[in-house]
Structure formats: structure tokens, C-alpha cells
């Protein structure tokens, strides 16, 4: 019941939400929920009445770390690679370098040898941007 009032009232927060529940049966946790939400809607609309309150939904601007300009060059996790990509003769023997190295990582974190694999970690994450980046350009 509390989780079906929590994502009930996650979707009021949006003057548009609307909550859609399918079940083969109509328990009576649903029911609960109902309920409780339409109890909660009323005084809301109480609240909004008496105070004059036209309900609106937030508006927020995108942060600029979610926009395509910060994307568009390797980091320096792909700059500390040491293979140039010209070195590998397709995507494949890139992807079996970072399989390889992921089998490595998975080993050193294993044996608690914890600094090795975020070093791995990193040459990991460098080699897939040098995928997205130099194999793009060059497709």
C-alpha cells in the first residue's frame, strides 16, 4: 500500500500525471491506495481553494551537463590509453582488448588489489570512448 501511495503521489506532482494500475485482481492494497490518495487529493483541493492556488508543474531548465557539447571529445581517460586505435584492425579486436582487461579488473578487485582495478577501470572506460570516437569518425 505505502509503495503504491508513494508512486500515486510521485505522479501528482505533475499537474498532467496520471497513474495507471494493472493487476489481474483488485487488491486491496490497491484499494488502500486509492483511497488514501483521493482522501489526500480532497484536502489538497481544499488547500488550493482557500488559499487561491492554481496548481502548475515545476518547470526546470536543463542542466548543461546532460547537453551533446560535453560529449563530443574523448576525456582524459581516453587520452592516457596507450594503443592508438590504428593499432587494432577493427571494432572487435578493441572490444576483445576491453573484455580481456575487464576479466583482469574483475581479478585484481578479487584479490583486493583495489588500486590496480580502478586503473584497469580506467583504461576500460578510455578504450570505449576511443571506440564511440575514432571508429565513428571513421564509419
Same mark, same amino acid.
Given at each position: *500500500?505505502?509503495?503504491? #501511495?508513494? *508512486?500515486? +503521489?510521485? &505522479? $501528482? ?17 490497491? =484499494? !488502500? &491506495?486509492?483511497?488514501? *490518495?483521493? =482522501?489526500?487529493?480532497? #484536502?489538497?483541493?481544499? /488547500? ?15 542542466? +548543461?551537463? /546532460? ?11 581516453? !587520452? ?7 593499432? /587494432?584492425?577493427? +571494432? @572487435? ?9 575487464? !576479466? @583482469? ?7 583486493? $588489489?583495489? @588500486?590496480? $582495478?580502478?586503473?584497469? =577501470? ?9 571506440? #564511440?570516437?575514432? /571508429? $565513428?569518425?571513421?564509419?
Amino acid at each position: *500500500t505505502r509503495s503504491l #501511495i508513494q *508512486t500515486c +503521489g510521485r &505522479a $501528482a506532482r505533475n499537474v498532467n500525471g496520471k497513474v495507471f494500475m494493472y493487476a489481474d485482481i483488485y487488491t486491496e492494497s490497491m =484499494r !488502500k &491506495a486509492v483511497e488514501e *490518495t483521493s =482522501r489526500r487529493r480532497k #484536502i489538497q483541493e481544499r /488547500f488550493n481553494q482557500l488559499h487561491h492556488i492554481t496548481p502548475t508543474s515545476v518547470e526546470k531548465r536543463i542542466s +548543461g551537463a /546532460f547537453l551533446p557539447q560535453h560529449y563530443s571529445q574523448p576525456d582524459d581517460h581516453a !587520452k592516457q590509453i596507450e594503443e592508438p586505435v590504428s593499432e /587494432f584492425k577493427s +571494432g @572487435e579486436d578493441l572490444e576483445k582488448l576491453i573484455m580481456s582487461l575487464e !576479466k @583482469e579488473m574483475r581479478e585484481a578487485s578479487k584479490s583486493l $588489489a583495489f @588500486e590496480k $582495478a580502478a586503473m584497469i =577501470r580506467d583504461q576500460i572506460k578510455g578504450l570505449k570512448q576511443l571506440i #564511440i570516437f575514432d /571508429f $565513428a569518425a571513421t564509419s
